[in-house]
């Protein structure tokens, strides 16, 4: 599901759809309505990825990642997961994987990972309930094998996509 408009205004409406003018029926009326708004408080969570320690990688030397997720909305978001996909080739190292909830001290919890092809996919989930404002930091390490050069296109001058 994508994240929800922030701003968005919904719209209650009371309609009155009858009424009459004598207990025993009488005259039939069609009441009125109004309709009255009102704009949700909704969690957004935002997320920025970055290349720890210069964006150069070689072949099976471990290379640091850090991933920030922050509650930018306007309530509290519940059961915040991340997934990061690595490069083809890449191989997260074991125990590597470092979360900070707003700063305080980084406890080692593992993801999940899951592999299609030549593609890893590190899964964090219910990693934590951020209040506006709380944020969560991940940081984890991972190496290009030496299968990364199988790869078309691989070389200096080729970017390779890590994405969250």
Do not use: C
């Amino acid at each position: 599901m994508a994240a929800p408009a922030l701003t968005a205004t919904l719209t209650n409406t009371a309609d009155i759809t009858k009424y009459t003018s004598t207990a025993a029926g009488g005259r039939s009326y069609d009441g009125p309505s109004d309709t009255a708004q009102i704009r949700a408080a909704l969690p957004h969570v935002s997320s920025t990825k970055t290349v720890l320690g210069g964006d150069i990688a070689y072949i099976g030397e471990a290379k640091s990642w850090q991933l920030l997720i922050l509650s930018d909305g306007e309530s509290t978001a519940y059961g915040v997961d991340a997934i990061d996909t690595l490069p083809a080739n890449w191989s997260y190292i074991a125990g590597s994987a470092l979360v900070s909830i707003n700063g305080g001290a980084p406890v080692q919890i593992e993801p999940d990972i899951s592999t299609a092809g030549a593609v890893s996919t590190l899964t964090w989930s219910d990693l934590a309930t951020l209040a506006v404002r709380d944020r969560v930091t991940i940081t984890f390490s991972a190496e290009p094998t030496e299968s990364v050069v199988d790869d078309a296109g691989v070389g200096r001058t080729i970017d390779h996509k890590n994405t969250l």
